[in-house]
């Protein structure tokens, strides 16, 4: 098992920045590929970054990209989300996951979530 807490969320203004983190518990951090997702009312759960278990891969649905960052620190069983020019439209839920096979998944564990909100 492999216990997932996301922090780091919160009410910023348009433009604005946030760094989400999640921390990892359990099974071996650095085995798993990483991905940050979000859920907005009424849409379903949307793919946003995700990165390789060594971080030597990278990847962004195009509405962030240039904007967010996806990290991760192994030694600290963390991965990091770094949000920049944030939209009132990346307001939503942000979730992390870890996949053990592909960084595109099947995603075998879940957080929480951590609410974003962006005004205008």
């Known amino acids: 098992q492999v216990q997932l807490v996301e922090s780091g969320g919160g009410l910023v203004q348009t433009g604005g920045s946030l760094r989400l983190s999640c921390a990892a518990s359990?099974?071996?951090?650095?085995?798993?590929?990483m991905g940050w997702f979000r859920q907005s009312p009424g849409r379903g759960r949307e793919s946003i970054a995700g990165?390789?278990?060594?971080?030597?891969?990278?990847n962004y649905v195009d509405s962030v990209k240039g904007r967010f960052t996806i990290s991760r620190d192994n030694a600290k069983n963390t991965v990091y989300l770094q949000m920049n020019s944030l939209k009132p439209e990346d307001t939503a839920v942000y979730y992390c996951?870890?996949?053990?096979?592909?960084?595109?998944?099947?995603?075998?564990?879940w957080g929480q979530g951590t609410q974003v909100t962006v005004s205008s």
């Open positions: 359990g099974r071996t951090f650095s085995n798993y590929n």
């Open positions: 990165i390789s278990w060594n971080g030597g891969s990278t």
């Open positions: 996951a870890a996949a053990r096979i592909h960084m595109l998944g099947p995603w075998d564990y």
